[in-house]
C-alpha cells in the first residue's frame, strides 16, 4: 500500500494531540520515549508537566503480584493485556494495551472499554435510584409510624386517665378495710393489703402511663418558679421514709449549705427525687444505706443518690433512661417496676435544662446524678 | 420564592456536579417555607428541563444529564422529612414508570406532589414490569394509577401497561404524562375509558379533586 504522508501526519498528530487513547513510544527496555496528550492528562493531570524521559513503562504500572513482563506483551502484538495505572486523581485506572513493535521500538496503545464503563454507569443509575426510593419509602413509613404512635398515646392517654378514678375508689376502699383491721380476720385482711399494693401498684402504672403519653405528645408542660431545692428534697423524703424504714435502710443526706434558689417546676421535680431515691431503696440490699449528697456552683445544684446495691452493667446503662429500660441489676426486696420512673425522670430533667447521668463502678453500687441550672431560660406553656 | 439569581446558581451547581452547592440552596429554600410545588416546578422541573434541552441540542453529554438527574432525585430527600408529616385525606395513588422507562425522577415528584395533598402515594419506580404494578394495585386498591414516560418510543410500552391496568380494573381512573407526550400520544385519552393525561404538575390540582 503507497503511503500517504497527509494523511499519516493527520493521524499522526490526532493520537498526539486528541486521542482519547493513551499512546506511548517506548525503547525495547520498556522506557518512555515519547507520549500522547492523553497519557500525560491521566497520569500527570491537566498541567504543562512531561513524563520524565527514561520513566520505565512498567513504573506507571499497578504490579500487585510481579508478574508484570514486558518481553512477553511485547511478543504478542495480537493481545491486549488488562493493565492498571495510577491516574493524576489518585484513583487506579483500567486500561486495555496493545503492545507493537516498528522497527526498533515499540507503540503502546491504552485504551478504555466503553462498554464496561457504559454498563457500570448504568448500574450505579439504577443503584442510586433504588436507594432515593427506598429513602423515601422509609421517610413515608416513618411518618406512618410516627402517626400511628400518636395515636397509641392518645389512646393510652385516654384509657390511663379512664382507669385512674375506678383504681383510686379500690386503693382507698381497701385502705379503709385496713383502718378497720379488727373487724377482719388474719386471712382477709391478708387478701385486702394484697388488694391496696396491687391497686397502689397499678395507680403509679396509669401515672406514669399518663405521663408518658403527655411527654411522647409532646404535652409535658412544666411550670416554674423560684424554689429552695431543700424544701423540695425534704417532701420527697417524707414520701420515700417508709418504704426505707421498711427495709431498714438508712438514708443518710449531705447538703452544702446554702443551696441557692433556683427556677422549678416543684411537683416535677419532686417526682424526679422520689423516683431517683425509691430506685435507691429498691436496689440497696436491706439494712443497709443510701446515700444523698447536695452541692453546688455558681451555675448550677447538683444532686446525687447513691445505692448500695449491685450495680448496673456498662452496657445496659445507655438503655436505663429508655421507655422500659430495666436493667439486670435486681430490686433486692422483690419490689415492682414499671419501667418508666427513669425515662419520666429523665425528661423532667431535660425539661428544667439540666443534665442526668449514672455511674456504676462494677460492684460498687450505682450513683445518679442531675443538675439543675440556677438560672435556666426555660419555655414554659 | 426561586428568583432568577437563585435558580441560575442552582443550575450552575447542578451542570458542574456541585452536589453540596445545590443541597445548600434547597435547604435553604426549604428553611425559608417555600412551597414543595414551587420548589418541584420552579426549580427542578425547570432545570431539569433546561439540562434535557442542553442535551438534546449537544451542548452537554449524556453522563451529564444522568448526573444533574441523579443530583436532584438526591436532593428530593431533602423535602420528604416534611412531606409525609401533613393530615391524610385517606385516598391512595400508585405512579409508576412503564417497563424499559429509566427515567423515574417525573413520576417521582407525581407521587409527592399528591402526598403533599394528603393522598397516600406509592411510587414503584422505573421499568416497573405489569405485573408487579397489577399485583401492587389488587393489593393496595388505590383511588388512582398513574404511569410516567419519558421517552417517546417507549410509548408502546405504557399502552400495553395501560390496556392491562384498564382490562384487570376497568373502574380505576389512570393519569398518564411526562416529557413524552411532547411528541405525541395525546390520542391515548381516546383509546381507553378511564384514562386521562396530565399535561404539566400546573394541571394537577385538577386531578387532585378527581371524583373517585
Sequence with gaps: MKHDGSKLNVLRDYLASRAPVLFFVLSPDGRIIESNRFSRSVLLGRGPEEIPAGTCFHDLVLNFNSDFDFEKMVSDPEKEHLLNITTAA????????????????????????????????????????????????????????????????????????????????????????????????????????????????????????????????????????????????????????????????????????????????????????????????????????????????????????QDEGAGIPADQIKNLFQAFGTTRAKKTGGEKSTGLGMLITRKIIDAHQGRIWVESPAGKGAAFYFTLPVSPEMNTK | MITPTIYDRYLTALLAGNRQAGTTTVQKLLDNHIQIKSLYTDLFQKSLYQVGELWESNKITVAREHMATAITEGLLNLVYPELFRGERCQKKIVVSCAANEFHQIGGKMIADLFETHGWDAFFLGANTPVDEMLAFIDEEKPDLAALSLSIYYNMPSLKSAVSAIEAHFPDLNILVGGQAFRWGGADIIHNFKNTHLLKSLDDLEKQMAWPV
Design chain 1, 90 to 305: 489518585g484513583t487506579p485506572q483500567s486500561f486495555y494495551f496493545s503492545f507493537v513493535p516498528v522497527q526498533d521500538q515499540i507503540l503502546a496503545f491504552g485504551r478504555m472499554d466503553t462498554d464496561e464503563i457504559e454498563f457500570m454507569r448504568k448500574e450505579v443509575l439504577g443503584l442510586n435510584q433504588e436507594l432515593n426510593n427506598l429513602t423515601r419509602k422509609l421517610h413515608k413509613q416513618n411518618a406512618q409510624l410516627e402517626r400511628l404512635n400518636r395515636e397509641k398515646n392518645q389512646f393510652l392517654g385516654m384509657a390511663a386517665h379512664d382507669l385512674r378514678k375506678p383504681i383510686g375508689l379500690v386503693m382507698s376502699y381497701s385502705e379503709f378495710l385496713i383502718d378497720d383491721a379488727d373487724t377482719l380476720d388474719a386471712e382477709q385482711l391478708q387478701f385486702v393489703r394484697t388488694i391496696h399494693a396491687s391497686s397502689a401498684f397499678m395507680k403509679r402504672l396509669v401515672d406514669d402511663f399518663l405521663d408518658v403519653s403527655a411527654i411522647e405528645a409532646g404535652k409535658f408542660d412544666i411550670h416554674p418558679s423560684r424554689e429552695n431545692f431543700v424544701d423540695v428534697l425534704e417532701k420527697s423524703l417524707e414520701l420515700n421514709h417508709f418504704q426505707a424504714q421498711k427495709k431498714g435502710v438508712t438514708l443518710e443526706i449531705h447538703c452544702q449549705d446554702p443551696l441557692p434558689k433556683t427556677l422549678m417546676d416543684a411537683p416535677k421535680i419532686e417526682q424526679a427525687l422520689t423516683n431517683l431515691i425509691s430506685n435507691a431503696i429498691e436496689h440497696t440490699p436491706p439494712d443497709s444505706r443510701v446515700r444523698i449528697a447536695l452541692s453546688h456552683t455558681p451555675r448550677e445544684i447538683q444532686f446525687m443518690v
